[in-house]
């Protein structure tokens, strides 16, 4: 998303190369067009994901995930949003290596924030990849996944093993508390500045009000988050989970032999 005005651009004299200049010929469009995909189809999907893992705690979450895979045109849905996380993170990236941090010269918050913003889109978008390489392609990177996948009694993979059983690893459930954080700031934080893009928070006092809601959200996926750790740490598969999936399959909601993976 759109980072602070307090970030200063590519350093005098130096050729940042096509890429940059394209950015700079269109940065009215280029910076709504960021700001606006990781709103609309990035950010709502996260509030989502994290909800639906949080049903780990409550007990719902196949109920939740199949649900999803019920969705008309879900396909469809997928591809846009792997369309926006593309370009989201695409543009983020020649933000992020043709820009210049200057909190040494100027260590103001929104300087550390600028930097924040850029440092945790990145582990975000290695998270990502692995979170996805791992339960939908069942890439193991030679052999650190080797426990992802807990089949029923019937062989019928159930998606709530997927990532519970690679949570019992310390390491990794540390990786995926330091990729979950970075998702939930770089989103919140984002969504700070992408009011400030957009012209609705032209005043300090609507920034600061702005702050509050945008800090509250983060609280709350932040609580999200450690709640679907936590159940995903401690979670063990039932006989229900293996008997819901199976009705979805009679339904049409998938076929046997794919894990469902959320």
Not at 121 to 146: E, N, Q, S
Not at 148 to 165: E, I, M, N, Q, W
Not at 239 to 244: G, I, L, V
């Amino acid at each position: 998303m759109a980072e602070s005005a307090h970030a200063s651009g590519p350093a005098s004299g130096i050729d940042p190369g096509p890429a940059a200049n394209i950015l700079q010929q269109h940065h009215f469009l280029f910076r709504r067009l960021h700001s606006l995909t990781g709103i609309v189809p990035v950010g709502l999907f996260v509030i989502m994901h994290l909800f639906t893992n949080f049903q780990l705690v409550t007990g719902d979450f196949q109920h939740e995930v199949n649900f999803i895979h019920s969705l008309p045109a879900l396909l469809f849905v997928e591809v846009g949003l792997w369309a926006g996380i593309g370009f989201h993170a695409t543009l983020g990236l020649l933000y992020t290596f043709t820009g210049k941090p200057n909190t040494h010269r100027y260590p103001h918050a929104d300087n550390w924030r600028y930097t924040l913003q850029r440092i945790t889109g990145i582990i975000a978008l290695v998270f990502i990849f692995v979170h996805i390489a791992t339960l939908r392609w069942h890439w193991t990177f030679g052999g650190l996944f080797t426990t992802f996948y807990v089949s029923t009694k019937d062989g019928y993979p159930l998606a709530a093993a997927t990532t519970a059983r690679a949570l019992q690893s310390n390491w990794i459930l540390a990786a995926y508390v330091i990729g979950v954080l970075s998702v939930v700031y770089h989103w919140c934080n984002g969504l700070w500045t992408a009011a400030i893009t957009w012209g609705l928070t032209l005043s300090t006092t609507a920034m600061r009000r702005w702050g509050f809601i945008c800090a509250a959200l983060g609280i709350a996926l932040t609580i999200f988050s450690t709640g679907a750790l936590i159940g995903a740490r401690s979670y063990t598969p039932q006989p229900q989970d293996a008997a819901m999936m199976q009705q979805a399959d009679d339904e049409g909601g998938g076929h046997r032999g794919k894990t469902r993976s959320h």
